[in-house]
């Protein structure tokens, strides 16, 4: 397979990392997970801008030049043969062992690109369950907002949501007011209105959740970001999920509690239409 390394191209094989890398050490690193689709990166420039945004307030800032551009990635899509394709650019803050003589470490930056697997079809026609996690998320927390490398918590809480046969765990804050899943952003549909937490909530600023906004305002429908607490959610008449991958993925129960009817509904299910449109218009695909 090939990966592109600090501005190379090389086998992954020939890929390292070395062992004073800070993101290795420390978790002290940023990603972001993409989607081709006819060997175009959804959105890349606006991946690529949340990742230096969070670089800038948690590492240190990286100029644009050092990270891959859209060429980049086709050559890497096609060196790998691969039209539809699940990318992770990954980048670190480099090494801790810094030499007085040669000034700070240029950062690690490492893409990668794998074939894409899609849910399945039935979470799209039948719809998903979701548990509650037992974590909370702090807005004193510096890392909330921000894609980074350090994601246990995450991980944990996405493996217990598993256990309970669930496919997503969503996350409230310590103020009990609904944030976000484990690796997506969440909205509510009630009255005719969709919602979902503002970024005040200290919530990723997801793509795909920009992406919706925007399709649901062209739509015509109405749209609030505000604060969402627990009778709300259970209340809603819909819930889905967002994510780069996922898209847009509707859930018919949070933990033991239907949502709706307990199946999808016609607000998710036009979301997800309209959203798969976009990116077959702006990836060029038929």
């Known amino acids: ?56 307030m948690l590492l240190r800032p990286i100029d644009r030049e050092k990270l891959p551009e859209e060429g980049d ?26 030499d007085a003589e040669e000034g700070e470490p240029e950062p690690t930056v ?37 894609k980074t490398t350090s994601r246990l918590s995450r991980l944990l809480a996405l493996r217990e949501a598993q256990q309970a046969r669930c496919v997503e765990a969503l996350w409230f804050t310590t103020e009990n007011l609904l944030a976000e899943g484990s690796i997506s952003n969440v909205f509510i549909v009630r009255n005719g209105i969709v ?42 008449d819909e819930v889905f999920l967002t994510n780069t991958i996922m898209q847009v993925m509707p859930v018919i129960a949070v933990e033991k509690r239907t949502i709706g009817d307990g199946k999808v509904g016609p607000t998710a299910a036009g979301l997800l239409n309209d959203y798969r449109d976009l990116v077959r218009k702006e990836c060029g695909s038929k």
């Not at 990966?3 to 020939?14: I, T």
């Not at 539809?84 to 090494?95: H, K």
């Not at 794998?114 to 974590?135: A, D, H, K």
């Open 1 to 56: 397979m090939w990966v592109y390394h600090n501005g190379k191209f090389v086998q992954d094989r020939d890929a390292s990392v070395g062992v004073f890398d800070s993101g290795l050490l420390h978790g002290a690193g940023l990603f972001e997970t993409m989607r081709a689709e006819n060997s175009r990166v959804f959105r890349l420039e606006a991946h690529v801008e949340r990742l230096r945004r969070s670089s800038e």
């Open 73 to 98: 990635c086709w050559e890497l899509l096609a060196r790998n043969n691969l039209k539809t394709a699940r990318l992770r650019l990954t980048v670190t803050a480099g090494s801790m062992h810094i």
């Open 110 to 146: 490492l893409l990668t690109a794998v074939e894409l697997t899609p849910y399945p079809s039935e979470y799209y026609g039948e719809g998903i369950s979701v548990t509650i996690s037992r974590f909370k998320q702090s807005a004193a927390d510096p890392l909330v907002g921000h």
């Open 195 to 236: 919602a979902t937490p503002p970024l005040s909530t200290s919530i990723l600023p997801g793509i795909a959740r920009a992406a919706v906004l925007e399709i649901a305002e062209a739509s015509g429908l109405k749209i609030q970001q505000q604060a969402i607490n627990i009778n709300d959610l259970l209340d809603a």
